[in-house]
């Protein structure tokens, strides 16, 4: 038996952390620095901004005051449509054509006030 923190706990359970590799510390100490913490953070881009503008929209002429209603109609969490409404995630057209269909619309009538080239700028992912 293994005691930790004053619990005793059968030995096999308790394994000594494994060491660190000195790069992931530097790597976790320079986001730390910067803000980022260990994982860097999406951009809030124009697009999102705009798609959760319009989600807000639709969904209050809709007649949906809440965004807890719409996620339970949707089935997804009530955050995830706060986050898709503020633009700070992005969303799928799968999840975007579900949370369409909650309020009773297309994926065509969503998209109509779209009506200019939203370029960004830069792609998540580009090969080098």
């Known amino acids: 038996m293994s005691i930790l923190h004053g619990t005793a706990y059968p ?3 308790y394994q000594p952390t494994p060491k660190v590799s000195p790069l992931l ?12 913490g260990p994982m860097a953070r999406h951009v809030n881009s124009a697009l999102r901004r705009k798609i ?8 209050l002429a809709a007649g949906i ?11 997804v969490h009530a955050t995830y449509i706060g986050r898709l409404e503020r633009g700070e995630s992005g969303v799928t057209l799968e999840v975007l ?9 297309s994926l065509a009538e969503f998209f109509e006030p779209f009506d200019h ?5 830069r792609l998540p992912r580009q090969r080098t």
């Open 11 to 13: 030995a096999p359970l």
């Open 25 to 36: 510390c530097y790597g976790y100490f320079y986001a730390g620095q910067a803000g980022l």
């Open 52 to 59: 959760g503008t319009r989600l807000r929209e639709l969904r």
């Open 65 to 75: 005051t809440s965004q807890e209603a719409l996620a339970h109609r949707v089935g």
């Open 97 to 105: 054509s579900a949370v369409l269909a909650a309020m009773s619309m």
């Open 117 to 121: 080239v939203i370029r960004p700028r």
